[in-house]
């Protein structure tokens, strides 16, 4: 392997008209505050020594590169830059922030009539626009603009425009991450040159900023020929995930993978640049999720790159690929991305279909109840796998879910083991043959569950013991109420069969509804009943309001409520404004009502 270092300075790295560019299998820009933070201090500390005529040498550590020849020109190269890239673009992100500056002094300059200064700001701004962004480059007696650095396709154009001061629009992660440290640079260079009043000054510390990228930033360059080494020592370099996220790591090995196969390639890579749009964090618990749906289990701590390279990408097993595995490929990451689509729904609570009969928004919203409002993200995997099914039977799984996650986890406090090992048994049935799956597979295992961990006596104790909490966190309070009343007319039917909601034309929301106090939360001394002050946050004295009601009543006497009541949309609220008075007895009736009717309610 011929590796040629070189130490050298960022000045001198952008001497000689160099031109750098991302490769395929390259992550996006990553830099997150905290490295652009430190990126800030070192550039202040070597400001202040430099400054203080007594310069510093920072090392940003290496570089690595692969040099190729430009056809047509004489000592012209580009660099294939395979380790080092945050750097190197934060580099050319400070340059342009420099560029900016010199600009609006320019301006400055111009309206004070110094053409002096105005010629000097002016060949600064043109020799760092050359030597940092963009320099003519003459190919047989051809002349075109080249990039000096051309980021990876995700971030190529947001790059390009933001470094001209162009206006630009974020439409990922990384490009947030691009433009924060440019801001924060931007800052930077501003509240350097802040204190002084004559554009000299200025001028003179904007040089400092140059002097101290010419001389004192330094770096080990280290150049090799052959992109074959260049994959072996990119994997070493970053091995097992420690500069590189896994979801940067299977996107740099599946375009390794398909060298040679430039459309699988391109197309790969564009999809690999939509999946990694995410911040990091969201992305691994997608692809978490995604190897649980398709594998049954989760992959082992600190190794999910090893995991999901093995069981999603079996080609890489293989000594040499024929394009049938780049076919395989292309095929597989195509199923990632649509199933990343699905994650970034499902985390929001959204629908994964079209809207049609007979589901209706009652039926989706329950979805987003459960996800959104009551936070059971653990089933994220067995509905990616539910979504091949019809979407009669993706709301059923999710009306059976909800009611068993609320019963089973949030009110009885059970271990989420169990249940999650069941939704990864689901799960794999139903990709194994999702046309002959049947809902009453999950229904006996949930029930069975229910039996065992969640009892009638055990789910009844519990509720016993639910309670408004005036420090807040009353969500599954406000939930149970509101689901008992979805479904209580089916209750007061005679509660036949699987639980339905008779009247899906009441669709109330979650964040809109609130819990209303039958006797007052704070009452006054013409309320106050020291025999009700006890049971004033207990089930029985709790109901939900209309929205548009939740303001009226307040802390009024139940006599002076009770008339509202009545003319609410909720069954339960309007069985007690029918009540004549509300007492103890009254109290503890609602209660033992609320808690028989979800005892019948809150099963698979």
């Given at each position: 392997m011929n590796i040629e270092p070189a130490y050298t300075s960022i000045g001198n790295l952008f001497s000689y008209?160099?031109?750098?560019?991302?490769?395929?299998?390259?992550?996006?820009?990553?830099?997150?505050?905290?490295?652009?933070?430190?990126?800030?201090?070192?550039?202040?500390?070597?400001?202040?020594?430099?400054?203080?005529?007594?310069?510093?040498?920072?090392?940003?550590?290496?570089?690595?590169?692969?040099?190729?020849?430009?056809?047509?020109?004489?000592?012209?190269?580009?660099?294939?830059?395979?380790?080092?890239?945050?750097?190197?673009?934060?580099?050319?992100?400070?340059?342009?922030?420099?560029?900016?500056?010199?600009?609006?002094?320019?301006?400055?300059?111009?309206?004070?009539?110094?053409?002096?200064?105005?010629?000097?700001?002016?060949?600064?701004?043109?020799?760092?626009?050359?030597?940092?962004?963009?320099?003519?480059?003459?190919?047989?007696?051809?002349?075109?603009?080249?990039?000096?650095?051309?980021?990876?396709?995700?971030?190529?154009?947001?790059?390009?425009?933001?470094?001209?001061?162009?206006?630009?629009?974020?439409?990922?992660?990384?490009?947030?991450?691009?433009?924060?440290?440019?801001?924060?640079?931007?800052?930077?260079?501003?509240?350097?040159?802040?204190?002084?009043?004559?554009?000299?000054?200025?001028?003179?510390?904007?040089?400092?900023?140059?002097?101290?990228?010419?001389?004192?930033?330094?770096?080990?360059?280290?150049?090799?020929?052959?992109?074959?080494?260049?994959?072996?020592?990119?994997?070493?370099?970053?091995?097992?995930?420690?500069?590189?996220?896994?979801?940067?790591?299977?996107?740099?090995?599946?375009?390794?993978?398909?060298?040679?196969?430039?459309?699988?390639?391109?197309?790969?890579?564009?999809?690999?640049?939509?999946?990694?749009?995410?911040?990091?964090?969201?992305?691994?618990?997608?692809?978490?999720?995604?190897?649980?749906?398709?594998?049954?289990?989760?992959?082992?701590?600190?190794?999910?790159?090893?995991?999901?390279?093995?069981?999603?990408?079996?080609?890489?097993?293989?000594?040499?690929?024929?394009?049938?595995?780049?076919?395989?490929?292309?095929?597989?990451?195509?199923?990632?991305?649509?199933?990343?689509?699905?994650?970034?729904?499902?985390?929001?609570?959204?629908?994964?279909?079209?809207?049609?009969?007979?589901?209706?928004?009652?039926?989706?919203?329950?979805?987003?109840?459960?996800?959104?409002?009551?936070?059971?993200?653990?089933?994220?995997?067995?509905?990616?796998?539910?979504?091949?099914?019809?979407?009669?039977?993706?709301?059923?799984?999710?009306?059976?879910?909800?009611?068993?996650?609320?019963?089973?986890?949030?009110?009885?406090?059970?271990?989420?083991?169990?249940?999650?090992?069941?939704?990864?048994?689901?799960?794999?049935?139903?990709?194994?043959?999702?046309?002959?799956?049947?809902?009453?597979?999950?229904?006996?295992?949930?029930?069975?569950?229910?039996?065992?961990?969640?009892?009638?006596?055990?789910?009844?104790?519990?509720?016993?013991?639910?309670?408004?909490?005036?420090?807040?966190?009353?969500?599954?309070?406000?939930?149970?109420?509101?689901?008992?009343?979805?479904?209580?007319?089916?209750?007061?039917?005679?509660?036949?069969?699987?639980?339905?909601?008779?009247?899906?034309?009441?669709?109330?929301?979650?964040?809109?509804?609130?819990?209303?106090?039958?006797?007052?939360?704070?009452?006054?001394?013409?309320?106050?009943?020291?025999?009700?002050?006890?049971?004033?946050?207990?089930?029985g004295n709790l109901t939900i309001m209309d929205p548009g009601q939740n303001t009226l009543g307040g802390n009024?006497?139940?006599?002076?409520?009770?008339?509202?009541?009545?003319?609410?949309?909720?069954?339960?609220?309007?069985?007690?404004?029918?009540?004549?008075?509300?007492?103890?007895?009254?109290?503890?009736?609602?209660?033992?009502?609320?808690?028989?009717?979800?005892?019948?309610?809150?099963?698979?």
């Amino acid at each position: 392997m011929n590796i040629e270092p070189a130490y050298t300075s960022i000045g001198n790295l952008f001497s000689y008209k160099p031109m750098f560019f991302i490769p395929k299998y390259q992550r996006a820009y990553a830099w997150n505050a905290e490295s652009v933070s430190d990126f800030i201090k070192d550039l202040k500390k070597c400001f202040e020594k430099r400054r203080s005529d007594s310069p510093v040498n920072h090392f940003f550590g290496g570089i690595l590169s692969v040099k190729h020849s430009v056809p047509g020109t004489v000592n012209q190269h580009k660099y294939e830059i395979i380790d080092g890239q945050q750097r190197i673009a934060t580099f050319t992100l400070l340059v342009a922030c420099l560029v900016k500056s010199y600009k609006e002094l320019q301006v400055e300059a111009n309206g004070l009539g110094d053409t002096d200064n105005e010629s000097i700001i002016k060949g600064r701004i043109e020799k760092l626009s050359e030597r940092f962004i963009e320099f003519s480059q003459e190919v047989q007696r051809v002349v075109t603009p080249v990039e000096v650095l051309e980021l990876s396709k995700a971030d190529r154009s947001f790059y390009k425009e933001l470094i001209r001061d162009i206006q630009t629009s974020v439409s990922r992660d990384s490009h947030n991450k691009i433009l924060y440290a440019y801001n924060s640079l931007r800052t930077t260079i501003q509240s350097i040159i802040a204190s002084h009043a004559r554009i000299e000054d200025k001028i003179d510390d904007l040089e400092i900023v140059q002097n101290i990228l010419d001389n004192d930033f330094t770096i080990l360059h280290m150049v090799t020929g052959s992109r074959e080494d260049a994959f072996r020592l990119f994997q070493v370099i970053n091995d097992r995930g420690t500069n590189l996220t896994d979801g940067d790591l299977l996107r740099a090995k599946t375009l390794e993978l398909l060298e040679g196969f430039n459309q699988q390639q391109d197309a790969v890579e564009r999809m690999w640049d939509e999946i990694l749009a995410d911040p990091p964090a969201d992305t691994k618990n997608y692809l978490n999720w995604i190897y649980e749906s398709y594998q049954g289990n989760r992959p082992q701590q600190n190794a999910l790159f090893d995991m999901f390279l093995d069981k999603f990408f079996p080609q890489n097993q293989q000594i040499s690929l024929t394009l049938h595995h780049a076919q395989q490929i292309h095929e597989t990451v195509k199923n990632i991305h649509e199933d990343i689509i699905k994650c970034r729904k499902l985390i929001k609570g959204q629908w994964l279909y079209s809207k049609q009969q007979p589901i209706t928004g009652w039926d989706i919203t329950r979805l987003n109840i459960l996800l959104v409002e009551l936070g059971h993200d653990l089933s994220i995997p067995l509905f990616l796998a539910a979504a091949k099914l019809d979407h009669r039977l993706f709301s059923e799984i999710v009306q059976i879910v909800e009611r068993t996650f609320f019963r089973y986890k949030i009110i009885c406090n059970q271990h989420a083991t169990p249940l999650k090992g069941i939704y990864y048994q689901e799960s794999l049935a139903i990709r194994q043959d999702p046309n002959s799956y049947t809902i009453s597979n999950i229904k006996t295992k949930l029930q069975n569950l229910i039996s065992t961990k969640a009892t009638d006596s055990t789910f009844k104790n519990a509720l016993n013991m639910l309670e408004y909490k005036e420090s807040g966190g009353n969500k599954p309070l406000k939930y149970f109420l509101m689901t008992v009343e979805y479904y209580y007319q089916w209750y007061k039917n005679g509660a036949a069969g699987v639980p339905v909601c008779v009247d899906k034309s009441r669709v109330y929301d979650f964040a809109g509804t609130s819990i209303e106090h039958v006797y007052p939360r704070n009452s006054g001394s013409s309320v106050l009943d020291s025999n009700l002050e006890p049971l004033k946050n207990t089930l029985g004295n709790l109901t939900i309001m209309d929205p548009g009601q939740n303001t009226l009543g307040g802390n009024d006497p139940f006599m002076c409520k009770a008339p509202l009541y009545q003319q609410s949309s909720v069954l339960l609220t309007q069985e007690i404004g029918s009540k004549t008075t509300w007492t103890q007895i009254e109290i503890n009736d609602q209660k033992e009502l609320l808690i028989d009717a979800a005892l019948k309610i809150f099963i698979p």
